[in-house]
């Protein structure tokens, strides 16, 4: 943004204070004039910073799996597959699932053939298992802060579909079968 289009805006919030808004007084309408016009696109710079720095751990986790693994090859496909797979979980978590489609370099029509079909499978794998590489390696935990209530599930479709996701890797265990006092029987069921 321009220094000029900066001074307008600051000067339109000057003229304000004083005045009586839904939000408050003209001083509240500065202070958040000044948090969208400083704040906001420092925050967006960080978000860029961490993105950088995730793309280097997990081009760093790749390297190092390629060193422990000298005898096995894998298609470039895979690697890249592994690094956005490793990356993504360190931004986002979840179930470390590949999205439904691949990356939109993979959908053009050069990849509409057997060979780019197994091009498109090896990125989904590397992406399984970069993401994977990511859960293990715990650098997830440093990238959350920390808040002073502990996280708590929520009952949104993303949730749900997440939960459904990790119970079905592990055996439904049901509680205990409880005794009903003689007068809480429940009652019948109805027939149709």
């Known amino acids: 943004m321009r220094w000029s289009q900066v001074t307008f805006v600051l000067g339109l919030c000057a003229l304000g204070i004083g005045c009586e808004t839904p939000i408050g007084s003209g001083f509240e309408i500065a202070r958040y004039s ?8 420092v925050t967006a710079g960080g978000d860029r910073l961490e993105r950088h720095w995730q793309r280097q ?3 760093a986790a790749w390297k190092d799996f390629q060193q422990h693994h000298a005898e096995l090859l894998y298609s470039v496909h895979y690697e890249r597959g592994f690094q956005d797979g490793f990356a993504d979980y360190l931004y986002a978590g979840g179930t470390g699932q590949p999205p439904p489609v ?3 370099t993979l959908r053009t029509a050069s990849y509409e053939t057997p060979a780019g079909h197994r091009a498109v499978e090896d990125w989904f794998a590397g992406f399984r298992h970069g993401a994977n590489a990511a859960r293990e ?3 997830r935990e440093l990238v959350i802060v920390p808040g002073s209530v502990p996280p708590t599930i929520r009952s949104s479709a993303a949730g749900a579909y997440r939960q459904s996701v990790l119970k079905s890797s592990e055996p439904e265990v049901l509680p205990p079968p409880r005794e009903l006092p003689a007068g809480d029987q429940p009652a019948p069921a109805r027939q149709p």
């Open 34 to 41: 000044s948090r969208n016009l400083l704040q906001a696109p």
């Open 57 to 59: 751990q997990a081009e």
């Open 102 to 104: 691949p990356p939109w």
């Open 137 to 139: 390696s715990g650098l």
